[in-house]
């Protein structure tokens, strides 16, 4: 996928996958919303969060991080409305 431009803030997937683990493994068992990436990433947060979702996705299907909505598994794609992301191993 290509970077993403908020504004004049262009973050790439890396980035974005950088942010997601190292916020995933700072919290430990503790899950967090995908939009406290976006907002550590630009002023500009909302558009990123397309972006946001389809990285977490990804990892999400290589086992490095665990999506949940209402305490139930769910894809970031499909998921419509508020998730939270965690370590594979943490709990809600």
């Known amino acids: ?50 972006a946001i979702r389809t990285v977490a996705d990804r990892l999400v299907t290589a086992g490095a991080l665990r999506c949940s909505q209402g305490g139930r598994p769910v894809s970031p794609l499909a998921a419509r409305g508020p998730i939270r992301l965690a370590q594979p191993d943490a709990t809600s």
């Open 1 to 50: 996928m290509s970077p993403i431009s908020a504004r004049t803030t262009v973050v790439s997937d890396s980035t974005i996958e950088t942010e997601l683990l190292s916020l995933a493994a700072a919290r430990g068992a503790k899950t967090f919303c995908p939009s406290e990436i976006a907002r550590r990433l630009t002023k500009n947060w909302r558009p990123l969060m397309p």
